[in-house]
T-cell receptor, first 113, second 115 residues
Framework: SAVISQKPSRDICQRGTSLTIQCQVD?????MFWYRQQPGQSLTLIAT?????????ESGFVIDKFPISRPNLTFSTLTVSNMSPEDSSIYLC??????????FGQGTRLTVV | AQTVTQSQPEMSVQEAETVTLSCTYD???????LFWYKQPPSRQMILVIR??????QNATENRFSVNFQKAAKSFSLKISDSQLGDAAMYFC????????????FGKGTRLHILP
Protein backbone atom coordinates (compact mmCIF):
# COMPACT_ATOMS: atom_id res chain seq x y z
CA SER A 1 0.00 0.00 0.00
CA ALA A 2 1.13 3.54 -0.72
CA VAL A 3 2.12 6.00 1.99
CA ILE A 4 0.51 9.37 1.47
CA SER A 5 1.55 12.53 3.26
CA GLN A 6 -0.91 15.40 3.25
CA LYS A 7 -0.48 18.85 4.67
CA PRO A 8 -1.54 20.97 6.36
CA SER A 9 -3.43 18.68 8.71
CA ARG A 10 -5.70 21.53 9.69
CA ASP A 11 -6.16 25.22 9.13
CA ILE A 12 -8.47 28.04 10.05
CA CYS A 13 -8.85 30.56 7.26
CA GLN A 14 -10.60 33.84 6.68
CA ARG A 15 -13.38 33.96 4.15
CA GLY A 16 -12.31 35.22 0.76
CA THR A 17 -8.81 33.75 1.03
CA SER A 18 -7.36 30.62 -0.57
CA LEU A 19 -5.68 27.54 0.86
CA THR A 20 -3.44 25.11 -0.97
CA ILE A 21 -3.31 21.52 0.25
CA GLN A 22 -0.37 19.34 -0.67
CA CYS A 23 -0.31 15.60 -1.21
CA GLN A 24 2.88 13.56 -1.54
CA VAL A 25 2.95 9.84 -2.38
CA ASP A 26 5.90 7.55 -1.75
CA UNK A 27 5.57 5.88 -5.15
CA UNK A 28 4.72 6.92 -8.68
CA UNK A 29 1.02 6.78 -9.48
CA UNK A 30 -0.91 7.66 -12.59
CA UNK A 31 -3.98 9.10 -10.93
CA MET A 32 -4.53 10.95 -7.70
CA PHE A 33 -7.94 11.76 -6.31
CA TRP A 34 -9.25 14.63 -4.23
CA TYR A 35 -12.28 14.20 -1.99
CA ARG A 36 -14.32 16.49 0.21
CA GLN A 37 -16.02 15.27 3.38
CA GLN A 38 -18.46 17.75 4.81
CA PRO A 39 -19.22 17.53 8.55
CA GLY A 40 -20.94 14.26 9.39
CA GLN A 41 -21.11 13.24 5.75
CA SER A 42 -19.57 10.69 3.45
CA LEU A 43 -16.86 11.34 0.90
CA THR A 44 -17.54 13.17 -2.33
CA LEU A 45 -15.06 13.06 -5.18
CA ILE A 46 -13.97 16.51 -6.29
CA ALA A 47 -11.65 15.63 -9.14
CA THR A 48 -9.16 13.17 -10.56
CA UNK A 49 -5.66 14.48 -11.19
CA UNK A 50 -3.62 12.90 -13.98
CA UNK A 51 -0.01 13.84 -14.47
CA UNK A 52 0.51 15.85 -17.62
CA UNK A 53 -3.11 16.67 -18.30
CA UNK A 54 -5.94 18.76 -16.92
CA UNK A 55 -7.76 17.39 -13.91
CA UNK A 56 -11.20 15.86 -14.46
CA UNK A 57 -13.83 17.46 -12.23
CA GLU A 58 -17.00 15.88 -10.96
CA SER A 59 -20.39 17.48 -11.33
CA GLY A 60 -20.73 20.44 -9.01
CA PHE A 61 -17.01 21.19 -8.82
CA VAL A 62 -15.22 23.66 -11.08
CA ILE A 63 -11.61 24.43 -11.78
CA ASP A 64 -11.89 28.08 -10.81
CA LYS A 65 -12.94 27.12 -7.30
CA PHE A 66 -10.73 24.04 -6.88
CA PRO A 67 -7.66 24.37 -9.10
CA ILE A 68 -5.45 21.30 -9.05
CA SER A 69 -1.83 20.88 -9.99
CA ARG A 70 -0.08 17.60 -10.80
CA PRO A 71 3.52 18.44 -11.67
CA ASN A 72 4.84 14.86 -11.40
CA LEU A 73 3.84 11.30 -10.60
CA THR A 74 4.22 11.62 -6.82
CA PHE A 75 2.75 15.02 -5.98
CA SER A 76 -0.45 17.02 -6.31
CA THR A 77 -2.00 20.13 -4.83
CA LEU A 78 -5.61 21.20 -4.40
CA THR A 79 -6.42 24.85 -3.85
CA VAL A 80 -9.67 25.94 -2.28
CA SER A 81 -10.21 29.44 -3.66
CA ASN A 82 -12.21 32.40 -2.42
CA MET A 83 -13.33 30.43 0.59
CA SER A 84 -16.66 30.75 2.35
CA PRO A 85 -17.89 29.01 5.52
CA GLU A 86 -19.59 26.42 3.31
CA ASP A 87 -16.12 25.21 2.30
CA SER A 88 -15.44 24.07 5.86
CA SER A 89 -14.78 20.37 5.41
CA ILE A 90 -12.18 17.67 5.52
CA TYR A 91 -10.28 17.39 2.27
CA LEU A 92 -8.56 14.09 1.46
CA CYS A 93 -6.26 12.97 -1.28
CA UNK A 94 -6.01 9.35 -2.29
CA UNK A 95 -4.46 6.92 -4.72
CA UNK A 96 -5.66 3.52 -5.82
CA UNK A 97 -3.97 0.17 -6.19
CA UNK A 98 -4.41 -2.30 -9.01
CA UNK A 99 -7.64 -3.72 -7.60
CA UNK A 100 -9.25 -0.33 -7.06
CA UNK A 101 -8.66 -0.11 -3.33
CA UNK A 102 -8.09 3.47 -2.23
CA UNK A 103 -5.40 4.67 0.15
CA PHE A 104 -5.77 8.05 1.77
CA GLY A 105 -3.72 10.82 3.24
CA GLN A 106 -4.38 12.01 6.78
CA GLY A 107 -6.83 14.62 5.59
CA THR A 108 -6.92 18.38 6.00
CA ARG A 109 -9.54 19.82 8.31
CA LEU A 110 -10.44 23.24 6.97
CA THR A 111 -12.46 25.75 8.96
CA VAL A 112 -13.47 28.99 7.26
CA VAL A 113 -14.45 31.88 9.52
CA ALA B 1 -26.26 4.37 -11.49
CA GLN B 2 -24.53 2.49 -8.75
CA THR B 3 -25.56 3.17 -5.17
CA VAL B 4 -24.36 2.04 -1.76
CA THR B 5 -26.72 2.02 1.21
CA GLN B 6 -25.82 1.72 4.87
CA SER B 7 -29.04 1.63 6.83
CA GLN B 8 -27.52 1.85 10.30
CA PRO B 9 -26.32 5.40 11.10
CA GLU B 10 -25.02 4.30 14.51
CA MET B 11 -24.39 1.07 16.35
CA SER B 12 -23.00 0.10 19.73
CA VAL B 13 -21.36 -3.08 20.88
CA GLN B 14 -19.90 -4.25 24.15
CA GLU B 15 -16.17 -4.71 24.21
CA ALA B 16 -15.16 -8.27 23.25
CA GLU B 17 -18.51 -8.93 21.62
CA THR B 18 -19.27 -9.36 17.92
CA VAL B 19 -21.04 -6.80 15.76
CA THR B 20 -22.25 -6.82 12.17
CA LEU B 21 -22.54 -3.72 10.02
CA SER B 22 -24.90 -3.87 7.06
CA CYS B 23 -24.40 -2.67 3.52
CA THR B 24 -26.39 -3.13 0.36
CA TYR B 25 -25.54 -1.90 -3.09
CA ASP B 26 -27.09 -1.66 -6.48
CA UNK B 27 -25.32 -2.22 -9.76
CA UNK B 28 -25.86 -3.74 -13.17
CA UNK B 29 -22.19 -4.66 -13.46
CA UNK B 30 -21.01 -8.22 -13.00
CA UNK B 31 -17.38 -7.45 -12.17
CA UNK B 32 -16.66 -5.09 -9.32
CA UNK B 33 -14.98 -4.63 -5.96
CA LEU B 34 -16.43 -3.97 -2.55
CA PHE B 35 -14.65 -2.41 0.40
CA TRP B 36 -15.04 -1.47 4.01
CA TYR B 37 -13.17 1.59 5.22
CA LYS B 38 -12.64 2.72 8.78
CA GLN B 39 -12.34 6.38 9.74
CA PRO B 40 -11.34 6.91 13.38
CA PRO B 41 -11.42 10.36 15.00
CA SER B 42 -7.95 10.96 13.59
CA ARG B 43 -9.74 11.37 10.22
CA GLN B 44 -7.55 9.07 8.16
CA MET B 45 -9.48 6.61 6.05
CA ILE B 46 -8.14 3.09 6.42
CA LEU B 47 -8.93 0.19 4.12
CA VAL B 48 -10.17 -2.61 6.36
CA ILE B 49 -11.13 -5.33 3.92
CA ARG B 50 -11.92 -5.82 0.27
CA UNK B 51 -13.89 -8.37 -1.75
CA UNK B 52 -13.69 -9.11 -5.44
CA UNK B 53 -17.12 -9.90 -6.84
CA UNK B 54 -15.91 -12.88 -8.83
CA UNK B 55 -14.70 -14.60 -5.67
CA UNK B 56 -17.28 -16.68 -3.86
CA GLN B 57 -15.21 -17.02 -0.73
CA ASN B 58 -15.79 -14.33 1.85
CA ALA B 59 -12.77 -12.15 2.64
CA THR B 60 -11.25 -12.26 6.11
CA GLU B 61 -8.67 -10.02 7.77
CA ASN B 62 -7.92 -11.06 11.34
CA ARG B 63 -10.99 -10.06 13.41
CA PHE B 64 -12.77 -8.60 10.37
CA SER B 65 -14.77 -10.70 7.95
CA VAL B 66 -17.46 -10.09 5.40
CA ASN B 67 -20.63 -11.85 4.36
CA PHE B 68 -20.86 -11.27 0.62
CA GLN B 69 -24.17 -12.22 -0.92
CA LYS B 70 -23.86 -11.35 -4.61
CA ALA B 71 -27.39 -12.25 -5.64
CA ALA B 72 -28.85 -10.21 -2.81
CA LYS B 73 -26.29 -7.42 -3.36
CA SER B 74 -25.41 -7.46 0.27
CA PHE B 75 -21.99 -6.94 1.82
CA SER B 76 -21.94 -6.94 5.63
CA LEU B 77 -18.92 -6.53 7.88
CA LYS B 78 -18.49 -8.63 10.99
CA ILE B 79 -16.11 -7.48 13.70
CA SER B 80 -15.26 -10.17 16.23
CA ASP B 81 -13.87 -9.59 19.70
CA SER B 82 -14.55 -5.85 19.46
CA GLN B 83 -11.88 -3.59 20.88
CA LEU B 84 -11.96 0.03 21.99
CA GLY B 85 -9.78 0.92 19.02
CA ASP B 86 -12.50 -0.27 16.67
CA ALA B 87 -14.61 2.77 17.51
CA ALA B 88 -14.89 4.73 14.27
CA MET B 89 -17.02 5.55 11.27
CA TYR B 90 -17.23 2.64 8.87
CA PHE B 91 -17.89 3.23 5.21
CA CYS B 92 -18.95 0.60 2.74
CA UNK B 93 -17.76 1.29 -0.79
CA UNK B 94 -18.22 -0.04 -4.30
CA UNK B 95 -16.07 0.22 -7.37
CA UNK B 96 -16.70 -1.15 -10.82
CA UNK B 97 -13.84 -3.13 -12.32
CA UNK B 98 -14.11 -0.93 -15.40
CA UNK B 99 -11.06 1.23 -15.77
CA UNK B 100 -11.37 4.86 -14.74
CA UNK B 101 -14.56 4.32 -12.77
CA UNK B 102 -14.83 6.00 -9.40
CA UNK B 103 -15.44 4.64 -5.92
CA UNK B 104 -18.95 5.05 -4.51
CA PHE B 105 -19.14 5.41 -0.74
CA GLY B 106 -22.06 4.76 1.55
CA LYS B 107 -23.09 7.32 4.17
CA GLY B 108 -21.32 5.46 6.94
CA THR B 109 -22.11 3.76 10.24
CA ARG B 110 -20.71 5.17 13.46
CA LEU B 111 -19.63 2.31 15.72
CA HIS B 112 -19.36 2.83 19.48
CA ILE B 113 -17.54 0.33 21.66
CA LEU B 114 -18.85 0.11 25.20
CA PRO B 115 -16.24 -0.77 27.84
Amino acid sequence: SAVISQKPSRDICQRGTSLTIQCQVDSQVTMMFWYRQQPGQSLTLIATANQGSEATYESGFVIDKFPISRPNLTFSTLTVSNMSPEDSSIYLCSVEDATGGAFFGQGTRLTVV
Amino acid sequence: AQTVTQSQPEMSVQEAETVTLSCTYDTSESDYYLFWYKQPPSRQMILVIRQEAYKQQNATENRFSVNFQKAAKSFSLKISDSQLGDAAMYFCAYRSARRDDKIIFGKGTRLHILP
